[in-house]
């Protein structure tokens, strides 16, 4: 089987984008070029990669795993690149990481430093729900990953770095906001809105309440903190979010944390990635510096 390294960059490129043209332009070559380049790649493997349904890219069963082969040949390639680099004493390379959404209140707060000290990095930054972070986890597409509740059913190495409560809030008028002292019962009779069934955040609530067999009334569930805390704040109900997502003064926003016996609950962010993988040198110094910038007094 005859497939160029430049070939196998630009099938991944045609998996990642989904079409032809904008995989050409990723790749820097006509389109035509592409289409050809894609073409000796089939006939080289010997079965159908893809098909094009509507104007999309659908990848084939065999189409899948090439273009997972592709991805871990082009992660080692640009690891080995950074390594020779290295001996060169320079730094520079590209860097993907995968967050969930909670996760970008405080990321980017903790990339500055960063990025003075590495200028040459070309830094990517995909931010999804968890489920979107977990299916590139689970395809090894980032050099790391960063959420509050790692999948179980994958090898990880991972580290937590940072606390992550999770609160109770509800309008700053809500009659439960001007207590001093709640419990979950106090709860019973408001209506609550929660983050999407899969989120971390979700996940966490959902275990605490089942522990304390507290069965919550559900309004509404919502895929966006921001869109969460404004329901609140319009007092449609009350909710539970990671105080991440709220800003330093939560009344500036309408809304107040509610001191509820069992809250916060106490949860962590995680900078995960698959066992299998070979941290290339820029991702081992990127997950030393989250580490050390999270907790400035630690190692």
Known sequence: ??????QLRLFLALAETGSVSAAARRVHVTQPTAS???RDVTRAVG???????????????????????????TAEWGAF???????????????SVALV??????????LGAFCAAHPDVELSLEVLNRDGVVARLRENRDDLYVMSTPPRDIRLDKASFLPNPLV?????????????????????????????????????????????????????????NEAIREAVAGNLGIAV???????ARPQEQGVAILPVRGFPIAS???????????LSPIARVFRQHLLRAADPGGA
């Open 241 to 247: 979010l990671s105080r991440h997502a709220l800003p």
């Open 36 to 38: 050809m380049q894609l």
């Open 1 to 6: 089987m005859n497939v160029t390294f430049r």
């Open 47 to 73: 079965v159908p990669l893809y098909d094009v349904v509507s104007r999309r890219v659908q990848l084939t069963a065999t189409g899948v795993e090439l273009a997972r082969t592709a991805r871990a040949i």
């Open 101 to 110: 959404s909670t996760a970008k209140y405080f990321v980017p707060r903790l």
């Open 81 to 95: 690149e950074q390594r020779v680099d290295a001996l060169h004493g320079l730094t520079r390379g590209r860097l």
């Open 168 to 224: 109770v809030i509800a309008a700053a008028s809500h009659p439960l906001a001007a207590r001093r002292r709640l419990g979950l019962p106090d709860l019973a009779g408001s209506r609550f809105i929660l983050r999407e069934r899969g989120s971390g955040t979700r996940m966490a609530v959902d275990a605490h309440f089942r522990r304390h067999r507290f069965k919550p009334e559900l309004r509404l569930e919502l895929g966006s």
């Open 268 to 278: 962590a962010w995680y900078v995960v990635h698959p066992s299998v993988r070979h």
